[in-house]
């Protein structure tokens, strides 16, 4: 079941079925990497079963999983492979390898690298809610949920996704509630937190096992900081981590809503259905509660993204090398890799860098240009 919840709201009203869906995606059905590609991504069975239906409809939802496969090139072998070629060609031919003959080594690496490497593959599950209007998405990271959005607008050829937009910052909400002690009575604070310096994200605090009323978290918030994820139980149905971008993690449904399920349901694909349709149903509710509390508007997503204000400092920093990895850049801004990868996102969409490599790489297009 969903361990985690990305939201989308979808324009209503959502004019679309379980066939006409099936239909559709079966266009871009997955299928796996071939010896020279580095990723593929299609739609699988959200049951698992090979060549089954790609959408199950349930409670007004349809079910869909999205499959990514991913070759694994480490970026060290690379690297390194392509230094034993130039010191090969350097020490035979006495002559330097320039920046032109440099890239196209390492692309006969990679190619030479790709048939023989490991695939991994990864699992998504999402569904539409038609009554609703929301898409929720299995997705742990940004990044995966926005990967299942593009492929279902590619596949249906057009898709308004938007994200949802607070009336005012969640992280100004939750932080109200610990510190008033103002939460809705059908919201009660878990045992976890994290707390972070709105004009520093390397000053963090993070609470686990412990009291996010206590007086040093009290002391904390007090001081300026604002709670940015917060362990919620919402009325004794679910329990998870709201965090400021009202993406839920951690989430799981709680033991009094189970033992609402018949138990004497063994076959592994009818218990799958029946806890689906109470997830659904509930998270219907919980959905409708979030959006009441939060007062969310709609924006379409990446509308709303501000430019980093560490994006000069990334590229000075990116433009002085060949490649770069969103790794090497978090390590040498001290952020976190979820916030580098941003920075590399908006670094791509301005032709300073191109897009990510099998082995994580980015190339710097704009380093000669930088240099002048």
Same mark, same amino acid.
């Given at each position: 079941?969903f /361990?985690n919840?990305r939201l989308?709201?979808?324009?209503?009203p959502?004019?679309? $079925?379980?066939q006409?869906?099936e =239909?559709?995606? #079966?266009?871009?059905? !997955? *299928?796996?990497? +071939?010896?020279?590609e580095?990723?593929?991504?299609g739609?699988?069975?959200?049951?698992?079963?090979?060549g089954?239906?790609?959408v199950h409809?349930l409670?007004?939802?349809?079910?869909?999983?999205?499959r990514k496969?991913?070759?694994?090139?480490?970026? =060290?072998?690379v /690297?390194? =492979?392509?230094?034993?070629?130039?010191?090969?060609?350097?020490?035979?031919?006495?002559r330097?390898?320039g920046?032109t003959?440099?890239?196209?080594?390492?692309?006969?690496?990679? $190619?030479e690298?790709?048939?023989?490497?490991f695939t991994?593959?990864?699992h998504?599950?999402?569904?539409? $809610?038609t /009554?609703?209007?929301w898409?929720?998405i299995?997705a742990?990271?940004?990044k995966q949920?926005? #990967?299942?959005v593009s492929?279902? *607008?590619?596949?249906?050829g057009g898709?308004?996704a938007?994200?949802p937009?607070? +009336?005012?910052?969640?992280?100004?909400?939750?932080?109200?509630?610990?510190?008033?002690?103002?939460?809705?009575?059908?919201?009660?604070?878990?045992d976890?937190c994290?707390l972070?310096?709105?004009? #520093?994200e390397?000053?963090?605090?993070r609470i686990? +096992?412990?009291?996010?009323?206590s007086?040093e978290?009290?002391?904390?918030l007090?001081?300026?900081k604002?709670?940015?994820k917060?362990?919620?139980?919402?009325d004794?149905?679910?329990?998870?981590?709201?965090? #400021?971008?009202?993406?839920?993690k951690?989430l *799981?449904?709680?033991?009094?809503?189970?033992?609402t399920?018949? $138990?004497?349901i063994?076959?592994?694909?009818?218990?799958f259905e029946a806890?689906f349709?109470?997830f659904?149903?509930?998270?219907?509710?919980?959905?409708a509660?979030l959006?009441?509390? !939060?007062? !969310?508007?709609?924006?379409?997503?990446?509308d709303?993204? &501000?430019t980093?204000?560490l994006l000069d400092e990334?590229?000075?920093?990116?433009? /002085?090398?060949r490649?770069?990895?969103? !790794?090497?850049?978090?390590?040498?801004?001290?952020?976190?890799?979820?916030?580098? &990868? *941003?920075?590399?996102?908006?670094?791509?969409?301005?032709?300073?860098?191109?897009?990510?490599?099998?082995? +994580?790489d980015?190339e710097?297009?704009?380093?000669?240009?930088?240099?002048?």
């Amino acid at each position: 079941m969903f /361990k985690n919840a990305r939201l989308y709201r979808l324009e209503q009203p959502v004019r679309i $079925d379980g066939q006409e869906l099936e =239909a559709q995606l #079966d266009g871009r059905r !997955f *299928r796996p990497c +071939g010896p020279l590609e580095t990723a593929t991504m299609g739609w699988s069975a959200p049951l698992g079963e090979d060549g089954g239906a790609l959408v199950h409809p349930l409670e007004g939802c349809l079910l869909i999983c999205a499959r990514k496969q991913e070759r694994l090139l480490p970026t =060290a072998a690379v /690297k390194e =492979a392509l230094e034993e070629r130039i010191g090969e060609i350097e020490a035979g031919e006495s002559r330097e390898v320039g920046r032109t003959e440099r890239r196209r080594l390492r692309e006969q690496i990679v $190619d030479e690298m790709l048939p023989r490497a490991f695939t991994r593959s990864r699992h998504t599950l999402a569904y539409i $809610d038609t /009554k609703s209007g929301w898409m929720v998405i299995d997705a742990a990271t940004e990044k995966q949920a926005e #990967d299942v959005v593009s492929l279902l *607008r590619e596949t249906l050829g057009g898709l308004s996704a938007l994200l949802p937009a607070p +009336g005012e910052h969640p992280a100004e909400v939750l932080s109200r509630w610990l510190l008033e002690d103002s939460a809705p009575a059908d919201f009660v604070a878990g045992d976890a937190c994290e707390l972070r310096d709105p004009s #520093d994200e390397a000053d963090v605090v993070r609470i686990s +096992g412990g009291d996010p009323t206590s007086d040093e978290a009290l002391a904390h918030l007090r001081t300026g900081k604002r709670a940015v994820k917060l362990a919620l139980t919402w009325d004794e149905r679910f329990s998870f981590t709201l965090a #400021d971008d009202l993406s839920l993690k951690r989430l *799981r449904m709680t033991e009094g809503l189970l033992d609402t399920l018949d $138990d004497e349901i063994e076959d592994p694909a009818a218990r799958f259905e029946a806890e689906f349709a109470l997830f659904a149903l509930q998270m219907r509710n919980l959905l409708a509660r979030l959006e009441t509390v !939060f007062g !969310f508007g709609e924006v379409r997503a990446g509308d709303s993204e &501000a430019t980093d204000p560490l994006l000069d400092e990334a590229v000075q920093i990116v433009t /002085k090398t060949r490649y770069i990895s969103a !790794f090497e850049l978090g390590h040498e801004l001290e952020i976190d890799r979820n916030r580098a &990868a *941003r920075l590399m996102d908006e670094m791509e969409r301005a032709g300073i860098v191109g897009p990510v490599e099998i082995c +994580g790489d980015h190339e710097v297009l704009a380093q000669e240009v930088a240099r002048r």
